[in-house]
């Protein structure tokens, strides 16, 4: 089945035509695939190929200063282990 079909445009959104007459009445400037459309191969309704998209300069980040490390803090001591008892207690 060749309809209903999906067109797309360089200039518009994409749209989906339900037979040949309405893909007829569509126009120029319309494919049936995305990529004829990149750069290389767009051509406008005018017959003019767009300009290549500027792209502006991305500004350096400043770096960031440096974050001072904190101070190393003492681990917790271990609780003692019970005693054992000594003298008369031990011998019970």
Request: overall charge negative; aromatic content about 6%; charged content about 25%.
């Amino acid at each position: 089945m060749e309809y209903p079909k999906w067109l797309y445009s360089a200039t518009a959104a994409p749209v989906i035509v339900a037979d040949p007459f309405e893909h007829a009445a569509m126009g120029a400037g319309w494919a049936e695939t995305p990529a004829a459309f990149t750069e290389t191969a767009a051509v406008l309704e005018n017959g003019e190929t767009p300009a290549a998209a500027e792209v502006p300069e991305v500004p350096e980040v400043p770096q960031l200063p440096e974050v001072p490390q904190l101070p190393e803090v003492p681990k917790a001591k271990k609780p003692a282990a019970p005693r054992k008892p000594r003298g008369k207690a031990a011998a019970k």
